[in-house]
């Protein structure tokens, strides 16, 4: 490997060599007859190719080398014709004899490599042979060797959901970066791995958009005439050049042609087509930013319990807010990469014809190198981006958890605590961060230096045409504006590609949590609940959070229509977890839940829980009014309907009593209210929804024995006719009812009424 490195780089010196050699001999005057464009194409583009043939040795770890061997032998091939064509030295000529020299070396050079080349590869073939021969199973099914067999499955298997774990820090980045890995290896190249992006780029495409579409069209008959601008006002100034060469000292003004080039400059300025594109360009990325934004959103909000009990609110929201930044997925299209494209083919022909093949070649040169600086940077850049990012998430994770939770950081006096941690996850942000930019910065300088000396070479080229009176003085000058018109598409190739690279990692995220499904959703063919009665029964439920251990086993009991359910027992026993089936916020694992002979499964998930009424355990209140906050069981409720549930609810007195009444904030998750106005007022909630099916999960539980009397009442009407599931543990909230069932580590272990239960002293 080290001896094809030494010989490649031997190769492209003996180029070099040649090149300086003929250099040195035109500036000394030694050489009497031009050196041939042909020759200098020859030259010039043989540094490239075995210079960009060494950087890729040079870049790789593991090498194919069959390519390169026949590259080598190309190689050697052509040179060894050109050797053959070219006239034979004159004698006495020392220099002209080193041209054989130098194309013979090259040739052994090329020759050596080549032989190496096949020996490597041949080398690594019998090495992978007698690898595979060793890792072959003694017993395979059917000649199939099983991987699998005696081996746990891996978690990288499962769908990977875009949720962080409470703990993941840099695990998790590094699970997203091997699921990258694997995923490319499975598309086998990275077009195939970018065609997984296309959800997101219809989201991004103005799809359905009129308005949008109508700017679409007048943007590409824009950028149409931008790109003849850019060539229309360097050659404008040129022929104004030549014009005043013309007519220098005889007072005449070409006002023609500087009345035309003062119109390109116009158009192709800010106040002329880009305005236009500007004003185009708007609706396109608003629509972008907003299908994303609401894809991603109601995505979330229709995915099942289980992915939320996981899920880390601060997190989702910064992947949503990364993934939006693909609203510029249009832009990157239709303005950097189609123009960029159309922008260099369009130079490259016209400095051709401007002057010579040379200055062509230098630009390619330069194109070729810049592009792959930009690579290379981009490529490390990529690794601390993903860090970069992570670190931005994390710090935004540790700032949501400790607001979020400021009562509990404040009971314990934790705060100190809690802005430590808060300034090491902003002090490793700032740490990801400077290193991204460094080598991003790095990278853009290096680049820029490409472009510097090509300009500086293309000028001095050129110069040198024009003092020998092979072109004329415009034509300098053109070139010289014209450059920038070249260094703009190689700007944007490198600046597209980290671009594009950067909307990738961070919508990295985003497209991991649109393919995530929702554990729990309606069956092809489901139907809506038709509610008839109430009557529900479990037949031998069987549920588990955790295959290791069953929550609810061989669960099966009827509630009768109309009839009140009370569920007792240890704090753990699977109480909760059966209103949570009954809601369907998880699926049975076996067995099934049916609701007037219809299983839950088998009905939309909108009918199912419209059909419910839910107190919760822990209730939580959006950071706005109490009337709204009300109002939200059934938007169409009057205000009358909403302070009327309230009174029954038994809060009516307590909400008046605030300076702002019902306009009165309750902040975030309902800060601001005590527990028990909290769960009155969810209470409240659930008599203003006037379900057919009531669950009460704990709905007393912060609530004064009191209070508790004054609300029994309201209960009773609330209740009266409808199926009701009761959590409980105090004996005033389920003496009461029609059945009560005593849950013990996932199972029924004694059911009846209470005085049935009582004279059993159960």
């Given at each position: 490997?080290?001896?094809?490195?030494?010989?490649?780089?031997?190769?492209?010196?003996?180029?070099?060599?040649?090149?300086?050699?003929?250099?040195?001999?035109?500036?000394?005057?030694?050489?009497?007859?031009?050196?041939?464009?042909?020759?200098?194409?020859?030259?010039?583009?043989?540094?490239?190719?075995?210079?960009?043939?060494?950087?890729?040795?040079?870049?790789?770890?593991?090498?194919?080398?069959?390519?390169?061997?026949?590259?080598?032998?190309?190689?050697?091939?052509?040179?060894?014709?050109?050797?053959?064509?070219?006239?034979?030295?004159?004698?006495g000529e020392l220099y002209s004899s080193l041209d054989p020299a130098l194309q013979v070396s090259r040739i052994v050079c090329l020759l050596i490599l080549a032989g190496s080349g096949f020996c490597f590869s041949t080398t690594c073939r019998l090495f992978r042979q007698s690898v595979d021969e060793e890792n072959?199973?003694?017993?395979?099914?059917?000649?199939?060797?099983?991987?699998?067999?005696?081996?746990?499955?891996?978690?990288?298997?499962?769908?990977?959901?875009?949720?962080?774990?409470?703990?993941?820090?840099?695990?998790?980045?590094?699970?997203?970066?091997?699921?990258?890995?694997?995923?490319?290896?499975?598309?086998?190249?990275?077009?195939?791995?970018?065609?997984?992006?296309?959800?997101?780029?219809?989201?991004?495409?103005?799809?359905?958009n009129r308005s949008a579409k109508i700017c679409l069209a007048i943007l590409i008959v824009v950028i149409l005439a931008d790109r003849a601008l850019n060539l229309l006002v360097p050659r404008q100034l040129g022929i104004i050049t030549d014009k005043l060469s013309a007519v220098h000292e005889t007072g005449e003004i070409p006002i023609r042609e500087i009345g035309l080039w003062m119109l390109y400059v116009w158009l192709s300025s800010y106040a002329g087509l880009h305005a236009i594109t500007?004003?185009?360009?708007?609706?396109?990325?608003?629509?972008?930013?907003?299908?994303?934004?609401?894809?991603?959103?109601?995505?979330?909000?229709?995915?099942s319990m289980e992915f939320h009990s996981n899920k880390h609110s601060g997190e989702l929201m910064a992947a949503i807010g990364q993934g939006q930044h693909l609203y510029r997925l249009c832009d990157f299209i239709f303005l950097d990469v189609g123009p960029m494209i159309f922008d260099l083919i369009i130079a490259l022909i016209y400095v051709t014809l401007l002057f010579d093949a040379s200055i062509t070649l230098i630009m390619i040169l330069v194109g070729v190198g810049y592009t792959c600086i930009g690579t290379k940077s981009t490529s490390w850049a990529m690794q601390r981006r993903r860090r970069y990012n992570q670190a931005q998430r994390n710090e935004s994770k540790v700032q949501n958890e400790s607001i979020g939770n400021w009562q509990t950081v404040a009971h314990f006096n934790m705060a100190a605590y809690e802005c430590d941690q808060y300034s090491k996850a902003v002090e490793e942000h700032n740490i990801a961060r400077g290193r991204y930019y460094m080598v991003h910065y790095a990278g853009y300088a290096a680049q820029n230096l490409i472009l510097l000396l090509g300009q500086l070479s293309a000028a001095l080229l050129a110069a040198y045409r024009v003092s020998r009176g092979d072109a004329p003085v415009g034509n300098f000058i053109t070139l010289v504006t014209y450059w920038h018109t070249i260094e703009a598409p190689l700007t944007s190739v490198s600046f597209s590609v980290r671009q594009l690279s950067q909307m990738l990692i961070d919508s990295e995220r985003l497209l991991e949590l649109l393919r995530t499904q929702p554990s729990v959703a309606d069956r092809s063919g489901a139907k809506p609940l038709l509610l008839t009665q109430g009557r529900i029964e479990f037949d031998n439920v069987r549920f588990s959070y955790d295959v290791r251990k069953a929550s609810l086993d061989d669960v099966s009991f009827v509630a009768e229509a109309g009839k009140t359910i009370a569920l007792v027992g240890e704090t753990g026993g699977g109480k909760s977890t059966i209103l949570k089936l009954?809601?369907?916020?998880?699926?049975?694992?076996?067995?099934?839940?049916?609701?007037?002979?219809?299983?839950?499964?088998?009905?939309?998930?909108?009918?199912?829980?419209?059909?419910?009424?839910?107190?919760?355990?822990?209730?939580?209140?959006?950071?706005?009014?109490?009337?709204?906050?009300?109002?939200?069981?059934?938007?169409?409720?009057?205000?009358?309907?909403?302070?009327?549930?309230?009174?029954?609810?038994?809060?009516?007195?307590?909400?008046v009593s605030f300076p702002d009444g019902y306009q009165s904030t309750v902040g975030e998750r309902g800060v601001k209210l005590s527990g028990g106005e909290l769960q009155r007022i969810a209470i409240a909630r659930a008599i203003l929804r006037d379900p057919r099916i009531v669950l009460l999960d704990e709905a007393t539980s912060m609530i004064d024995a009191e209070t508790e009397a004054a609300i029994q009442k309201a209960f009773k009407r609330l209740t009266k006719g409808r199926t009701t599931f009761v959590v409980a543990h105090r004996l005033s909230t389920i003496q009461d009812a029609d059945l009560i069932l005593v849950v013990q580590n996932g199972q029924i272990v004694e059911k009846g009424t209470h005085e049935q239960l009582y004279a059993l002293n159960a």
């Open positions: 490997m080290l001896l094809g490195i030494f010989l490649e780089t031997f190769t492209d010196t003996l180029e070099i060599g040649q090149a300086v050699r003929y250099a040195f001999q035109q500036f000394q005057g030694l050489e009497q007859r031009n050196v041939s464009q042909d020759f200098q194409v020859y030259i010039g583009g043989s540094i490239f190719i075995w210079g960009t043939v060494t950087v890729n040795l040079l870049g790789k770890s593991r090498r194919v080398w069959y390519p390169y061997a026949a590259i080598w032998i190309l190689g050697a091939l052509l040179e060894t014709c050109i050797l053959i064509i070219n006239d034979s030295p004159k004698s072959q199973p003694l017993l395979s099914a059917h000649g199939r060797a099983d991987a699998d067999y005696a081996s746990v499955a891996s978690d990288d298997d499962q769908d990977l959901l875009i949720v962080d774990d409470e703990d993941d820090g840099p695990n998790r980045t590094k699970e997203l970066k091997e699921k990258q890995r694997k995923r490319l290896q499975e598309c086998g190249s990275w077009m195939a791995y970018l065609r997984d992006f296309k959800l997101l780029a219809k989201l991004a495409w103005p799809s359905g500007q004003f185009c360009q708007l609706p396109i990325e608003q629509h972008a930013y907003r299908k994303i934004g609401t894809t991603a959103f109601g995505h979330i909000m229709n995915l009954l809601f369907r916020y998880y699926d049975v694992s076996s067995g099934g839940i049916k609701i007037d002979g219809q299983d839950v499964r088998n009905v939309t998930l909108s009918s199912l829980r419209a059909a419910f009424g839910m107190v919760p355990q822990d209730p939580s209140l959006f950071n706005t009014s109490i009337m709204e906050n009300v109002r939200y069981a059934r938007m169409e409720a009057t205000d009358e309907e909403v302070i009327e549930a309230c009174r029954a609810a038994a809060v009516h007195d307590r909400i």
